[in-house]
Protein backbone atom coordinates (compact mmCIF):
# COMPACT_ATOMS: atom_id res chain seq x y z
CA UNK A 1 0.00 0.00 0.00
CA UNK A 2 1.18 3.52 -0.74
CA UNK A 3 1.89 5.65 2.42
CA UNK A 4 0.67 9.57 2.70
CA UNK A 5 3.93 9.87 4.18
CA UNK A 6 6.04 8.99 0.97
CA UNK A 7 8.31 12.34 -0.29
CA UNK A 8 5.85 12.62 -3.34
CA UNK A 9 3.33 14.40 -1.50
CA UNK A 10 3.50 18.03 -1.54
CA UNK A 11 5.20 19.00 1.72
CA UNK A 12 3.28 21.24 4.15
CA UNK A 13 6.28 23.59 4.20
CA UNK A 14 7.60 25.83 2.43
CA UNK A 15 10.09 25.99 0.46
CA UNK A 16 8.58 23.65 -2.80
CA UNK A 17 10.80 20.75 -3.35
CA UNK A 18 9.09 18.91 -5.90
CA UNK A 19 6.99 20.37 -8.94
CA UNK A 20 5.92 17.40 -9.94
CA UNK A 21 4.23 16.14 -6.93
CA UNK A 22 1.81 19.74 -6.86
CA UNK A 23 -1.94 18.41 -7.12
CA UNK A 24 -3.14 20.60 -10.18
CA UNK A 25 -6.38 19.61 -9.88
CA UNK A 26 -7.18 20.25 -6.79
CA UNK A 27 -5.61 24.04 -7.14
CA UNK A 28 -7.60 24.50 -10.19
CA UNK A 29 -10.72 23.56 -8.66
CA UNK A 30 -9.82 25.97 -5.45
CA UNK A 31 -9.45 29.21 -7.71
CA UNK A 32 -11.98 28.54 -10.10
CA UNK A 33 -14.17 28.34 -6.83
CA UNK A 34 -12.32 31.82 -5.70
CA UNK A 35 -13.50 33.22 -9.38
CA UNK A 36 -17.54 31.62 -8.78
CA UNK A 37 -17.80 33.93 -5.47
CA UNK A 38 -16.11 37.01 -7.39
CA UNK A 39 -18.70 36.83 -10.36
CA UNK A 40 -21.62 36.26 -7.75
CA UNK A 41 -20.31 39.08 -5.83
CA UNK A 42 -20.26 41.19 -8.83
CA UNK A 43 -23.21 39.85 -9.91
CA UNK A 44 -25.08 41.08 -6.52
CA UNK A 45 -23.23 44.64 -6.04
CA UNK A 46 -20.89 43.19 -3.32
CA UNK A 47 -18.37 45.63 -4.35
CA UNK A 48 -16.36 45.40 -0.83
CA UNK A 49 -16.36 41.61 -0.86
CA UNK A 50 -15.13 41.40 -5.08
CA UNK A 51 -12.26 43.76 -3.60
CA UNK A 52 -11.62 41.24 -0.55
CA UNK A 53 -12.11 37.80 -3.17
CA UNK A 54 -9.75 39.22 -5.71
CA UNK A 55 -7.27 40.30 -2.41
CA UNK A 56 -7.47 36.53 -1.65
CA UNK A 57 -6.94 35.37 -5.09
CA UNK A 58 -3.67 37.06 -5.85
CA UNK A 59 -2.50 36.59 -2.55
CA UNK A 60 -2.88 32.87 -2.74
CA UNK A 61 0.03 30.55 -3.55
CA UNK A 62 -2.26 28.21 -5.82
CA UNK A 63 -2.83 30.92 -8.47
CA UNK A 64 0.96 31.84 -8.60
CA UNK A 65 1.61 28.14 -8.80
CA UNK A 66 -0.93 27.83 -11.91
CA UNK A 67 0.26 30.97 -13.54
CA UNK A 68 4.01 29.58 -13.67
CA UNK A 69 2.66 25.99 -14.62
CA UNK A 70 0.48 28.39 -17.79
CA UNK A 71 3.55 30.61 -18.40
CA UNK A 72 6.52 28.22 -18.50
CA UNK A 73 4.52 24.77 -19.73
CA UNK A 74 1.51 25.86 -21.62
CA UNK A 75 1.33 28.64 -23.20
CA UNK A 76 2.84 29.06 -26.85
CA UNK A 77 5.28 31.80 -25.49
CA UNK A 78 6.99 29.49 -23.47
CA UNK A 79 10.30 28.95 -24.59
CA UNK A 80 11.20 32.89 -25.46
CA UNK A 81 12.74 34.96 -23.23
CA UNK A 82 12.33 39.07 -22.15
CA UNK A 83 14.54 41.36 -21.89
CA UNK A 84 16.38 40.08 -19.41
CA UNK A 85 17.31 36.86 -21.25
CA UNK A 86 15.09 34.64 -18.34
CA UNK A 87 13.71 30.93 -19.26
CA UNK A 88 12.30 28.47 -17.36
CA UNK A 89 12.61 25.64 -18.75
CA UNK A 90 13.05 22.45 -16.50
CA UNK A 91 10.92 21.31 -13.20
CA UNK A 92 13.76 22.34 -10.82
CA UNK A 93 13.68 26.17 -12.39
CA UNK A 94 10.05 26.19 -11.91
CA UNK A 95 10.64 25.30 -8.38
CA UNK A 96 13.81 27.89 -7.87
CA UNK A 97 11.14 30.09 -9.62
CA UNK A 98 8.22 29.90 -7.02
CA UNK A 99 9.93 29.40 -3.99
CA UNK A 100 11.68 33.18 -5.02
CA UNK A 101 8.10 34.68 -6.04
CA UNK A 102 6.12 33.36 -2.98
CA UNK A 103 8.07 35.97 -0.61
CA UNK A 104 7.26 39.00 -2.32
CA UNK A 105 4.10 41.01 -2.70
CA UNK A 106 2.55 41.07 -5.98
CA UNK A 107 1.30 44.66 -4.91
CA UNK A 108 4.96 46.17 -4.68
CA UNK A 109 5.96 44.61 -8.10
CA UNK A 110 7.86 46.77 -10.32
CA UNK A 111 8.04 46.10 -13.84
CA UNK A 112 10.20 45.81 -16.02
CA UNK A 113 9.65 46.86 -20.40
CA UNK A 114 8.47 44.04 -22.67
CA UNK A 115 11.08 43.21 -25.56
CA UNK A 116 9.82 44.17 -28.88
CA UNK A 117 9.74 41.55 -31.85
CA UNK A 118 7.98 41.77 -34.99
CA UNK A 119 6.17 38.94 -36.61
CA UNK A 120 4.60 38.52 -39.90
CA UNK A 121 1.10 40.03 -41.09
CA UNK A 122 -0.71 37.67 -42.85
CA UNK A 123 0.89 37.22 -45.65
CA UNK A 124 1.53 40.60 -46.71
CA UNK A 125 4.78 42.58 -46.32
CA UNK A 126 3.31 44.35 -43.17
CA UNK A 127 5.03 43.50 -39.43
CA UNK A 128 3.04 43.04 -36.13
CA UNK A 129 4.72 44.62 -33.31
CA UNK A 130 4.94 41.98 -30.51
CA UNK A 131 6.00 43.06 -26.75
CA UNK A 132 7.13 40.60 -24.68
CA UNK A 133 7.06 40.88 -21.23
CA UNK A 134 10.05 38.91 -18.87
CA UNK A 135 9.03 35.96 -17.34
CA UNK A 136 8.47 36.96 -13.97
CA UNK A 137 6.10 39.75 -15.13
CA UNK A 138 4.19 37.03 -17.67
CA UNK A 139 3.31 35.39 -14.34
CA UNK A 140 2.24 38.13 -12.23
CA UNK A 141 0.02 39.04 -15.35
CA UNK A 142 -1.62 35.12 -15.64
CA UNK A 143 -2.33 36.10 -11.80
CA UNK A 144 -3.75 39.72 -12.28
CA UNK A 145 -5.78 37.83 -15.02
CA UNK A 146 -7.18 35.05 -12.82
CA UNK A 147 -8.75 37.92 -10.69
CA UNK A 148 -9.70 40.33 -12.76
CA UNK A 149 -11.30 38.33 -15.65
CA UNK A 150 -14.69 36.77 -13.50
CA UNK A 151 -15.43 40.14 -12.50
CA UNK A 152 -15.76 41.99 -16.03
CA UNK A 153 -17.41 38.42 -17.30
CA UNK A 154 -20.03 39.59 -15.37
CA UNK A 155 -20.50 43.29 -17.02
CA UNK A 156 -19.54 42.39 -20.76
CA UNK A 157 -21.95 42.79 -23.43
CA UNK A 158 -23.41 39.36 -25.15
CA UNK A 159 -22.12 40.60 -28.36
CA UNK A 160 -18.95 40.42 -27.41
CA UNK A 161 -16.51 36.51 -28.29
CA UNK A 162 -13.01 37.59 -28.73
CA UNK A 163 -10.43 36.79 -25.92
CA UNK A 164 -13.29 35.69 -23.51
CA UNK A 165 -13.31 32.26 -21.56
CA UNK A 166 -15.57 29.45 -23.55
CA UNK A 167 -16.18 31.67 -26.57
CA UNK A 168 -15.50 31.27 -29.70
CA UNK A 169 -15.24 32.61 -33.57
CA UNK A 170 -18.12 29.97 -34.20
CA UNK A 171 -20.37 31.67 -31.74
CA UNK A 172 -20.08 35.03 -33.38
CA UNK A 173 -20.46 32.81 -36.53
CA UNK A 174 -23.83 31.57 -35.88
CA UNK A 175 -25.58 34.48 -34.12
CA UNK A 176 -24.82 36.24 -37.49
CA UNK A 177 -26.35 33.53 -39.52
CA UNK A 178 -29.19 33.85 -37.27
CA UNK A 179 -29.75 37.48 -37.36
CA UNK A 180 -29.00 37.65 -41.36
CA UNK A 181 -31.91 34.81 -42.01
CA UNK A 182 -34.31 35.30 -44.65
CA UNK A 183 -37.15 36.32 -43.19
CA UNK A 184 -34.58 39.28 -41.31
CA UNK A 185 -35.30 43.13 -42.84
CA UNK A 186 -31.46 43.36 -41.88
CA UNK A 187 -29.84 43.74 -45.13
CA UNK A 188 -27.05 46.28 -44.55
CA UNK A 189 -23.86 45.58 -42.96
CA UNK A 190 -21.54 48.17 -40.99
CA UNK A 191 -18.07 46.36 -41.38
CA UNK A 192 -15.79 48.07 -38.99
CA UNK A 193 -12.22 47.32 -38.22
CA UNK A 194 -10.08 50.12 -35.62
CA UNK A 195 -6.67 51.36 -36.57
CA UNK A 196 -4.12 50.01 -34.46
CA UNK A 197 -6.52 48.89 -31.19
CA UNK A 198 -3.93 47.19 -29.27
CA UNK A 199 -1.06 50.02 -30.12
CA UNK A 200 -3.53 53.18 -29.06
CA UNK A 201 -5.79 52.54 -26.68
CA UNK A 202 -6.14 55.41 -24.13
CA UNK A 203 -4.29 54.56 -20.86
CA UNK A 204 -6.49 57.16 -18.57
CA UNK A 205 -9.64 55.16 -20.03
CA UNK A 206 -8.34 51.90 -19.20
CA UNK A 207 -7.35 53.05 -15.47
CA UNK A 208 -10.87 54.57 -15.13
CA UNK A 209 -12.86 51.71 -16.23
CA UNK A 210 -10.63 49.31 -13.45
CA UNK A 211 -10.31 52.06 -10.66
CA UNK A 212 -11.97 49.46 -8.00
CA UNK A 213 -9.81 47.37 -9.10
CA UNK A 214 -7.28 46.42 -5.89
CA UNK A 215 -4.21 46.21 -8.38
CA UNK A 216 -4.56 48.79 -10.76
CA UNK A 217 -1.57 50.14 -10.05
CA UNK A 218 0.50 47.52 -10.75
CA UNK A 219 -1.64 47.48 -14.17
CA UNK A 220 -0.95 51.14 -14.36
CA UNK A 221 2.85 50.14 -14.59
CA UNK A 222 2.61 47.48 -17.33
CA UNK A 223 1.07 50.03 -19.75
CA UNK A 224 3.53 52.74 -18.60
CA UNK A 225 6.81 49.97 -18.68
CA UNK A 226 7.54 51.36 -22.29
CA UNK A 227 9.72 48.92 -24.09
CA UNK A 228 13.17 47.92 -25.56
CA UNK A 229 13.53 47.97 -29.27
CA UNK A 230 17.24 47.48 -31.17
CA UNK A 231 18.39 47.62 -27.63
CA UNK A 232 16.91 51.39 -27.46
CA UNK A 233 14.14 52.23 -24.44
CA UNK A 234 10.93 53.44 -25.89
CA UNK A 235 8.39 54.71 -23.67
CA UNK A 236 4.51 53.62 -24.23
CA UNK A 237 1.78 56.91 -23.88
CA UNK A 238 -0.57 54.78 -25.04
CA UNK A 239 -1.86 50.82 -25.85
CA UNK A 240 -1.79 47.67 -24.57
CA UNK A 241 1.57 45.63 -25.48
CA UNK A 242 0.42 42.34 -27.70
CA UNK A 243 2.25 39.36 -25.90
CA UNK A 244 1.36 40.50 -22.68
CA UNK A 245 -1.08 38.25 -20.99
CA UNK A 246 -3.52 40.55 -19.47
CA UNK A 247 -3.53 42.35 -22.89
CA UNK A 248 -6.72 41.09 -24.32
CA UNK A 249 -8.39 41.33 -20.93
CA UNK A 250 -8.02 44.86 -21.00
CA UNK A 251 -8.67 45.62 -24.64
CA UNK A 252 -11.76 43.80 -23.86
CA UNK A 253 -12.65 46.33 -21.28
CA UNK A 254 -11.90 49.10 -23.23
CA UNK A 255 -14.09 48.45 -25.92
CA UNK A 256 -16.50 47.52 -23.55
CA UNK A 257 -20.07 49.34 -24.47
CA UNK A 258 -20.49 49.68 -27.79
CA UNK A 259 -23.86 48.52 -27.82
CA UNK A 260 -24.73 51.63 -25.12
CA UNK A 261 -22.94 53.96 -27.63
CA UNK A 262 -25.06 53.14 -30.75
CA UNK A 263 -28.14 52.76 -28.36
CA UNK A 264 -29.14 49.14 -29.15
CA UNK A 265 -31.74 48.45 -26.49
CA UNK A 266 -33.26 44.61 -25.42
CA UNK A 267 -36.33 43.48 -23.88
CA UNK A 268 -37.10 40.13 -22.43
CA UNK A 269 -39.92 38.36 -22.88
CA UNK A 270 -41.66 34.70 -20.95
CA UNK A 271 -41.73 32.01 -23.59
CA UNK A 272 -44.19 29.26 -23.08
CA UNK A 273 -41.50 27.04 -21.92
CA UNK A 274 -41.13 30.07 -19.07
CA UNK A 275 -37.44 30.81 -20.25
CA UNK A 276 -36.93 34.30 -20.10
CA UNK A 277 -35.32 35.43 -23.97
CA UNK A 278 -34.05 38.45 -25.03
CA UNK A 279 -35.18 40.18 -27.80
CA UNK A 280 -33.48 43.00 -29.42
CA UNK A 281 -36.05 45.71 -29.78
CA UNK A 282 -33.77 48.50 -31.86
CA UNK A 283 -33.50 48.07 -36.18
CA UNK A 284 -29.28 46.70 -35.38
CA UNK A 285 -27.47 44.77 -34.49
CA UNK A 286 -23.74 45.07 -33.26
CA UNK A 287 -21.45 41.41 -33.23
CA UNK A 288 -17.93 42.12 -32.08
CA UNK A 289 -14.86 39.91 -31.96
CA UNK A 290 -11.80 41.55 -30.16
CA UNK A 291 -10.64 44.77 -32.42
CA UNK A 292 -13.25 42.93 -35.69
CA UNK A 293 -17.08 44.17 -35.17
CA UNK A 294 -19.91 44.40 -38.06
CA UNK A 295 -23.14 46.33 -37.32
CA UNK A 296 -26.16 44.98 -38.80
CA UNK A 297 -28.78 47.25 -39.91
CA UNK A 298 -32.28 47.73 -41.82
CA UNK A 299 -31.49 50.35 -44.19
CA UNK A 300 -28.00 51.95 -45.54
CA UNK A 301 -28.98 54.94 -44.57
CA UNK A 302 -29.09 53.61 -40.57
CA UNK A 303 -25.47 51.77 -42.14
CA UNK A 304 -24.28 54.87 -43.61
CA UNK A 305 -25.21 56.84 -40.28
CA UNK A 306 -22.84 54.62 -37.45
CA UNK A 307 -19.70 56.34 -38.64
CA UNK A 308 -20.96 59.75 -36.73
CA UNK A 309 -22.59 57.18 -34.19
CA UNK A 310 -19.20 55.66 -33.14
CA UNK A 311 -17.28 59.18 -32.83
CA UNK A 312 -17.86 59.49 -29.77
CA UNK A 313 -16.90 55.65 -28.42
CA UNK A 314 -14.19 55.91 -30.42
CA UNK A 315 -12.80 59.48 -29.37
CA UNK A 316 -13.34 58.23 -25.45
CA UNK A 317 -11.17 55.35 -26.26
CA UNK A 318 -7.97 56.85 -28.42
CA UNK A 319 -9.11 55.06 -31.39
CA UNK A 320 -10.21 55.49 -35.21
CA UNK A 321 -11.66 53.39 -37.74
CA UNK A 322 -8.91 51.50 -40.59
CA UNK A 323 -10.35 52.98 -43.80
CA UNK A 324 -9.12 50.43 -45.88
CA UNK A 325 -11.09 47.65 -43.66
CA UNK A 326 -14.73 49.85 -42.86
CA UNK A 327 -17.38 49.94 -45.57
CA UNK A 328 -21.00 49.50 -46.06
CA UNK A 329 -22.52 46.48 -48.35
CA UNK A 330 -25.09 44.97 -48.96
CA UNK A 331 -25.98 41.29 -47.79
CA UNK A 332 -26.38 40.37 -51.24
CA UNK A 333 -23.06 41.36 -51.98
CA UNK A 334 -21.52 39.57 -49.23
CA UNK A 335 -19.02 40.24 -46.42
CA UNK A 336 -15.76 38.34 -44.65
CA UNK A 337 -15.68 38.40 -41.04
CA UNK A 338 -13.23 36.14 -38.79
CA UNK A 339 -12.43 34.07 -42.02
CA UNK A 340 -15.53 33.42 -43.46
CA UNK A 341 -18.00 34.67 -46.31
CA UNK A 342 -21.67 35.41 -45.08
CA UNK A 343 -23.28 36.27 -48.78
CA UNK A 344 -27.49 35.98 -49.44
CA UNK A 345 -28.29 33.98 -52.83
CA UNK A 346 -31.31 33.93 -54.85
CA UNK A 347 -32.74 30.56 -54.94
CA UNK A 348 -36.03 31.10 -57.11
CA UNK A 349 -36.24 31.31 -60.71
CA UNK A 350 -37.13 34.80 -60.21
CA UNK A 351 -34.25 36.32 -59.01
CA UNK A 352 -34.64 38.35 -55.75
CA UNK A 353 -38.07 36.40 -54.90
CA UNK A 354 -36.50 34.12 -52.42
CA UNK A 355 -33.08 34.40 -50.70
CA UNK A 356 -30.92 31.68 -48.77
CA UNK A 357 -28.06 32.40 -46.10
CA UNK A 358 -24.71 30.94 -47.21
CA UNK A 359 -21.58 31.13 -44.85
CA UNK A 360 -18.08 29.62 -47.01
CA UNK A 361 -14.79 29.95 -45.86
CA UNK A 362 -13.60 33.24 -47.70
CA UNK A 363 -10.68 33.25 -50.49
CA UNK A 364 -8.21 34.83 -48.06
CA UNK A 365 -8.39 32.06 -45.26
CA UNK A 366 -8.01 29.30 -48.35
CA UNK A 367 -5.01 30.87 -49.89
CA UNK A 368 -3.38 30.54 -45.95
CA UNK A 369 -4.52 27.24 -45.54
CA UNK A 370 -3.06 26.48 -49.43
CA UNK A 371 0.18 28.64 -48.63
CA UNK A 372 0.79 26.43 -45.00
CA UNK A 373 0.43 23.54 -46.99
CA UNK A 374 2.96 24.46 -50.12
CA UNK A 375 5.50 25.39 -47.20
CA UNK A 376 5.11 22.00 -46.17
CA UNK A 377 5.91 20.45 -48.71
CA UNK A 378 8.57 22.80 -49.91
CA UNK A 379 10.42 22.18 -46.45
CA UNK A 380 9.92 18.26 -46.38
CA UNK A 381 11.32 18.18 -49.59
CA UNK A 382 13.97 14.92 -49.38
CA UNK A 383 12.59 13.84 -46.39
CA UNK A 384 10.37 10.50 -45.12
CA UNK A 385 6.79 10.13 -45.77
CA UNK A 386 6.50 10.24 -41.95
CA UNK A 387 7.60 13.23 -41.38
CA UNK A 388 5.33 14.83 -43.84
CA UNK A 389 2.25 12.93 -42.60
CA UNK A 390 3.13 14.18 -39.26
CA UNK A 391 3.16 18.07 -40.35
CA UNK A 392 0.26 18.20 -42.60
CA UNK A 393 -2.11 16.16 -40.54
CA UNK A 394 -2.72 18.95 -37.91
CA UNK A 395 -2.80 21.38 -40.76
CA UNK A 396 -5.43 19.54 -42.17
CA UNK A 397 -7.61 18.69 -39.20
CA UNK A 398 -7.45 22.26 -37.79
CA UNK A 399 -8.60 24.33 -41.15
CA UNK A 400 -11.47 21.03 -41.30
CA UNK A 401 -12.53 21.30 -37.63
CA UNK A 402 -12.51 25.31 -37.73
CA UNK A 403 -14.72 25.30 -41.33
CA UNK A 404 -16.73 22.21 -40.62
CA UNK A 405 -19.58 23.90 -39.08
CA UNK A 406 -20.48 26.22 -42.72
CA UNK A 407 -21.16 25.38 -45.98
CA UNK A 408 -17.44 23.43 -46.74
CA UNK A 409 -18.14 20.49 -48.50
CA UNK A 410 -17.28 21.52 -51.70
CA UNK A 411 -14.19 23.68 -50.19
CA UNK A 412 -12.44 20.10 -48.58
CA UNK A 413 -13.12 18.16 -51.58
CA UNK A 414 -10.80 21.05 -53.52
CA UNK A 415 -8.59 21.09 -51.04
CA UNK A 416 -8.50 16.93 -51.10
CA UNK A 417 -7.93 17.33 -54.60
CA UNK A 418 -4.90 19.66 -54.25
CA UNK A 419 -3.21 18.00 -51.39
CA UNK A 420 -3.29 14.37 -53.57
CA UNK A 421 -1.74 16.42 -57.06
CA UNK A 422 0.85 17.90 -54.35
CA UNK A 423 1.62 14.49 -53.03
CA UNK A 424 2.47 12.95 -56.25
CA UNK A 425 4.97 15.29 -56.78
CA UNK A 426 6.23 14.49 -53.64
CA UNK A 427 6.63 11.14 -54.11
CA UNK A 428 8.36 11.19 -57.95
CA UNK A 429 10.69 13.66 -56.58
CA UNK A 430 11.73 11.06 -53.66
CA UNK A 431 11.89 8.07 -55.76
CA UNK A 432 12.77 9.81 -59.71
CA UNK A 433 14.29 5.77 -60.75
CA UNK A 434 10.84 4.21 -59.25
CA UNK A 435 8.24 3.32 -61.44
CA UNK A 436 4.39 4.60 -60.54
CA UNK A 437 3.44 1.12 -60.27
CA UNK A 438 5.89 0.91 -57.30
CA UNK A 439 5.23 3.84 -55.49
CA UNK A 440 1.29 2.91 -55.78
CA UNK A 441 2.12 -0.45 -54.13
CA UNK A 442 4.58 1.28 -51.08
CA UNK A 443 2.92 4.41 -50.33
CA UNK A 444 -1.02 4.20 -50.91
CA UNK A 445 -3.07 1.70 -48.80
CA UNK A 446 -7.08 1.30 -47.44
CA UNK A 447 -7.97 3.35 -44.50
CA UNK A 448 -6.12 1.81 -41.71
CA UNK A 449 -8.81 3.56 -39.38
CA UNK A 450 -11.62 1.87 -41.19
CA UNK A 451 -13.22 5.77 -41.60
CA UNK A 452 -13.25 5.54 -45.43
CA UNK A 453 -13.51 3.39 -48.63
CA UNK A 454 -10.75 5.01 -50.47
CA UNK A 455 -7.80 2.87 -51.24
CA UNK A 456 -5.66 5.94 -52.13
CA UNK A 457 -4.67 7.09 -48.79
CA UNK A 458 -0.42 8.35 -48.37
CA UNK A 459 0.64 5.82 -46.05
CA UNK A 460 3.89 4.89 -44.21
CA UNK A 461 5.87 1.65 -45.17
CA UNK A 462 5.23 0.65 -41.53
CA UNK A 463 1.54 1.26 -41.88
CA UNK A 464 1.24 3.34 -38.52
CA UNK A 465 1.04 6.80 -39.80
CA UNK A 466 -1.66 7.87 -42.65
CA UNK A 467 -2.55 10.84 -44.47
CA UNK A 468 -6.32 12.03 -42.83
CA UNK A 469 -8.63 13.97 -45.56
CA UNK A 470 -10.49 16.96 -45.18
CA UNK A 471 -13.94 15.08 -46.75
CA UNK A 472 -14.07 12.85 -43.64
CA UNK A 473 -14.90 15.63 -41.42
CA UNK A 474 -18.75 15.89 -41.04
CA UNK A 475 -20.54 19.45 -41.65
CA UNK A 476 -22.17 19.98 -38.00
CA UNK A 477 -23.95 22.88 -37.27
CA UNK A 478 -22.59 25.11 -34.32
CA UNK A 479 -24.83 26.19 -31.26
CA UNK A 480 -23.61 29.11 -29.79
CA UNK A 481 -23.43 30.73 -26.43
CA UNK A 482 -26.54 31.70 -24.80
CA UNK A 483 -26.77 35.31 -24.26
CA UNK A 484 -24.11 36.60 -21.44
CA UNK A 485 -23.56 33.22 -20.00
CA UNK A 486 -20.26 32.92 -18.50
CA UNK A 487 -18.28 30.00 -17.27
CA UNK A 488 -17.96 31.32 -13.59
CA UNK A 489 -21.51 31.44 -13.23
CA UNK A 490 -21.68 27.63 -10.89
CA UNK A 491 -25.56 27.14 -12.09
CA UNK A 492 -24.26 27.08 -15.48
CA UNK A 493 -22.14 23.87 -14.21
CA UNK A 494 -24.20 21.22 -16.61
CA UNK A 495 -24.31 23.39 -19.38
CA UNK A 496 -20.46 24.24 -20.18
CA UNK A 497 -20.01 20.55 -18.71
CA UNK A 498 -22.30 19.43 -22.33
CA UNK A 499 -20.30 21.92 -24.40
CA UNK A 500 -17.25 21.09 -22.94
CA UNK A 501 -17.86 17.46 -24.26
CA UNK A 502 -18.77 18.39 -27.96
CA UNK A 503 -15.81 20.12 -28.03
CA UNK A 504 -13.94 17.71 -26.72
CA UNK A 505 -15.42 15.36 -29.41
CA UNK A 506 -14.59 17.74 -32.08
CA UNK A 507 -10.78 18.54 -30.87
CA UNK A 508 -9.97 15.46 -30.27
CA UNK A 509 -9.07 11.82 -32.64
CA UNK A 510 -11.37 8.87 -32.36
CA UNK A 511 -9.22 7.12 -29.88
CA UNK A 512 -9.14 9.76 -27.14
CA UNK A 513 -12.92 9.94 -28.04
CA UNK A 514 -13.81 6.51 -27.17
CA UNK A 515 -11.54 6.38 -24.11
CA UNK A 516 -13.09 9.47 -22.62
CA UNK A 517 -16.35 8.20 -23.35
CA UNK A 518 -15.61 5.10 -21.63
CA UNK A 519 -14.13 6.77 -18.74
CA UNK A 520 -17.39 9.01 -18.36
CA UNK A 521 -14.74 11.76 -19.43
CA UNK A 522 -13.33 11.46 -15.53
CA UNK A 523 -9.44 10.56 -14.82
CA UNK A 524 -9.40 7.30 -13.53
CA UNK A 525 -6.11 8.48 -11.81
CA UNK A 526 -7.57 11.29 -9.74
CA UNK A 527 -11.45 10.33 -10.07
CA UNK A 528 -11.77 14.54 -11.35
CA UNK A 529 -13.03 15.58 -14.71
CA UNK A 530 -10.61 15.34 -17.86
CA UNK A 531 -12.56 18.26 -19.24
CA UNK A 532 -10.21 21.28 -17.83
CA UNK A 533 -7.20 22.65 -19.33
CA UNK A 534 -4.92 20.30 -17.86
CA UNK A 535 -2.96 18.61 -20.59
CA UNK A 536 -4.16 14.47 -20.85
CA UNK A 537 -1.62 11.10 -21.84
CA UNK A 538 -2.81 7.90 -22.74
CA UNK A 539 -1.68 5.73 -20.26
CA UNK A 540 -1.02 2.13 -20.35
CA UNK A 541 -2.67 0.42 -17.29
CA UNK A 542 -0.23 -2.57 -17.74
CA UNK A 543 3.03 -1.34 -18.59
CA UNK A 544 4.40 -1.81 -22.01
CA UNK A 545 7.87 -3.33 -20.42
CA UNK A 546 5.90 -5.91 -18.75
CA UNK A 547 3.94 -7.38 -21.87
CA UNK A 548 1.28 -4.67 -22.05
CA UNK A 549 -0.42 -3.95 -25.62
CA UNK A 550 -2.13 -0.77 -27.41
CA UNK A 551 -5.10 -2.74 -27.29
CA UNK A 552 -7.65 -0.66 -26.04
CA UNK A 553 -8.66 -2.74 -22.96
CA UNK A 554 -5.25 -1.86 -21.65
CA UNK A 555 -5.55 1.95 -22.59
CA UNK A 556 -7.00 5.18 -20.33
CA UNK A 557 -7.12 8.79 -20.83
CA UNK A 558 -5.19 10.78 -18.01
CA UNK A 559 -4.00 14.20 -16.49
CA UNK A 560 -0.59 14.68 -17.31
CA UNK A 561 0.25 15.62 -13.65
CA UNK A 562 -1.42 12.23 -12.70
CA UNK A 563 0.66 10.25 -15.59
CA UNK A 564 3.69 11.52 -14.02
CA UNK A 565 3.30 11.43 -10.12
CA UNK A 566 1.68 7.76 -11.52
CA UNK A 567 5.14 6.64 -12.79
CA UNK A 568 7.29 8.19 -9.82
CA UNK A 569 5.53 5.96 -7.67
CA UNK A 570 5.10 2.73 -10.04
CA UNK A 571 8.05 3.21 -12.47
CA UNK A 572 7.99 0.95 -15.88
CA UNK A 573 11.23 -1.39 -14.79
CA UNK A 574 9.56 -1.98 -11.33
CA UNK A 575 6.51 -4.09 -10.33
CA UNK A 576 2.86 -3.91 -11.56
CA UNK A 577 0.70 -2.47 -9.17
CA UNK A 578 -2.12 -4.57 -7.42
CA UNK A 579 -6.15 -3.25 -7.50
CA UNK A 580 -5.62 -2.47 -3.53
CA UNK A 581 -2.19 -0.11 -4.49
CA UNK A 582 -4.31 1.56 -7.45
CA UNK A 583 -7.51 2.20 -5.18
CA UNK A 584 -4.96 3.71 -2.45
CA UNK A 585 -3.12 5.71 -5.31
CA UNK A 586 -6.42 7.31 -6.52
CA UNK A 587 -7.13 7.91 -2.97
CA UNK A 588 -4.17 9.19 -2.02
CA UNK A 589 -4.79 12.04 -5.10
CA UNK A 590 -7.96 12.81 -3.96
CA UNK A 591 -7.46 13.61 -0.02
CA UNK A 592 -3.73 15.02 0.20
CA UNK A 593 -4.06 18.90 0.82
CA UNK A 594 -0.89 21.38 0.75
CA UNK A 595 -0.16 24.89 2.29
CA UNK A 596 -0.54 26.14 -1.17
CA UNK A 597 -4.40 27.00 -0.07
CA UNK A 598 -2.97 29.53 2.61
Known amino acids: MISTSEPLIVSATLPLTDFDSIPWVKLEQYVRKLQQRIYR ?38 RTAGVDGYKVVSNKERTELFNKMYKYNIFMHNPSPTLRKYIPKDRNTKLRPLGIPTMVDRVYQNVVKLALEPQWEQRFESISYGFRPKRSPHDAVEIIFRKLNARSKKKWIFEGDFKGCFDNLDHQYILK ?51 AEIGVKYRFTKRKTGKIQNEIVDTKTVVRYADDFVILCETKREAMSMYEKLKPYLEKRGLELAPEKT ?21 NKIKGQLWKMLIRPNKKSISKMIGKIRECFKKKQGS ?58 VYFHADIRGQSKNKWLLTSQDKKYQLIQMNWTPIIRH ?31 ALRQKLAKTQKHKCPLCQTSILTEEGL ?23 TSCHILWHKTFPAKGTVPNGKQTKAFSKMLRKRKTIIYL
Open 479 to 509: VPVTYRNSPFDHNLREYYQSRDIKKFNKDNI
Open 384 to 441: NVVNLIKDLNPIIRGYANYWNTVTSKKIFSKMDSYIWKKVKHFLKRLHPNKPWKWINT
Open 209 to 259: QIEDFPAKDIIQKWLKAGFIDNNVFNMTESGAPQGGIISPVLANIALHGME
Open 327 to 347: KVSHISEGFDFLGFNFKQYPV
Open 41 to 78: AESLGQKRKVKSLQRLLMRSKASLLLSIRRVTQINKGK
Open 537 to 559: EIHHKNPKFHGGTNEYRNLTLVH
